[in-house]
């Protein structure tokens, strides 16, 4: 199974879905996400118990699980420069199957990949991203669906919603129906097929402060 995880390191990510993930055993998962955060937390839980056999991410700086697992051979890696993983998952949702961009043409990024000119310069072909099971974490929906993200977690969620034949949206708040302003809503109910209200730790990755 193909799974899209949303937010951007330990940010926005669905902390309870992940771990119902864990919990139902499935295996051999490819899953799509910017990173897998920090070893004991997020998807790198996921990685401990061996669930994951193939990663499509941008950045894995920050778990020594994934680094290891990989040098070893036991998985899979597709790398993306961060913009092109986050273009190729929206072409996914709008159902857009390819296009081209001039980032990593020249690169390993680009090798065995389909190359255009266009107005003299070098374009590579990107394929758009799609997946059987989206996960998602935003700040507040309503029983229809409707989301409302906040701040960095915008990053990657909205655009996985649309690309998960199902989506599972879960948010800090759910609130009746008509409650959100419809200008404020990022994503659509329409994109999400489930919606749960989860308790949230809200770690922070790299705590960073100025000596006094």
Same mark, same amino acid.
């Given at each position: 199974?193909?799974?899209?995880?949303?937010?951007?390191?330990?940010?926005?990510? #669905?902390?309870?879905?992940?771990?119902?993930?864990?919990?139902?055993?499935?295996?051999?998962?490819?899953?799509?996400?910017?990173?897998?955060? %920090?070893?004991?937390?997020?998807?790198?839980?996921?990685?401990?118990?061996?669930?994951?056999?193939?990663?499509?991410?941008?950045?894995?700086?920050?778990?020594?699980?994934?680094?290891?697992?990989?040098?070893?051979?036991?998985?899979?890696?597709?790398?993306?420069? $961060?913009?092109?993983?986050?273009?190729?998952?929206?072409?996914?949702?709008?159902?857009?199957?390819?296009?081209?961009?001039?980032?990593?043409? &020249?690169?390993?990024?680009?090798?065995?990949?389909?190359?255009?000119?266009?107005?003299?310069?070098?374009?590579?072909?990107?394929?758009?991203?799609?997946?059987?099971?989206?996960?998602?974490?935003?700040?507040? &929906?309503?029983?229809? &669906?409707?989301?409302?993200?906040?701040?960095?977690?915008?990053?990657?969620?909205?655009?996985?919603?649309?690309?998960?034949?199902?989506?599972?949206?879960?948010?800090?708040?759910? %609130?009746?129906?008509?409650?959100?302003?419809?200008?404020?809503?990022?994503? #659509?109910?329409?994109?999400? $097929?489930?919606?749960?209200?989860?308790?949230?730790?809200?770690?922070?990755? $790299?705590?960073?402060?100025?000596?006094?």
């Amino acid at each position: 199974m193909t799974v899209m995880a949303g937010g951007f390191g330990l940010c926005g990510i #669905p902390e309870n879905l992940i771990l119902a993930l864990r919990d139902s055993g499935a295996k051999d998962l490819t899953v799509i996400s910017n990173n897998a955060g %920090v070893d004991d937390f997020g998807l790198g839980l996921l990685l401990h118990t061996r669930q994951i056999k193939k990663m499509v991410s941008s950045y894995v700086g920050e778990n020594k699980t994934f680094e290891k697992q990989y040098l070893s051979g036991e998985l899979e890696l597709e790398f993306n420069p $961060q913009g092109t993983l986050a273009e190729r998952i929206r072409a996914g949702g709008a159902g857009i199957p390819a296009f081209y961009t001039k980032t990593g043409v &020249g690169t390993l990024v680009a090798e065995g990949k389909e190359h255009k000119d266009f107005d003299g310069e070098t374009y590579v072909m990107e394929t758009g991203l799609k997946a059987d099971l989206s996960i998602i974490k935003a700040w507040k &929906g309503d029983s229809e &669906g409707n989301l409302v993200f906040r701040k960095t977690a915008r990053n990657f969620n909205p655009m996985m919603a649309t690309a998960g034949k199902v989506t599972i949206a879960e948010v800090e708040e759910i %609130v009746p129906v008509g409650s959100l302003d419809p200008d404020h809503i990022h994503t #659509p109910g329409i994109f999400v $097929q489930r919606i749960i209200k989860g308790s949230h730790e809200k770690r922070i990755e $790299q705590r960073t402060v100025r000596a006094a």
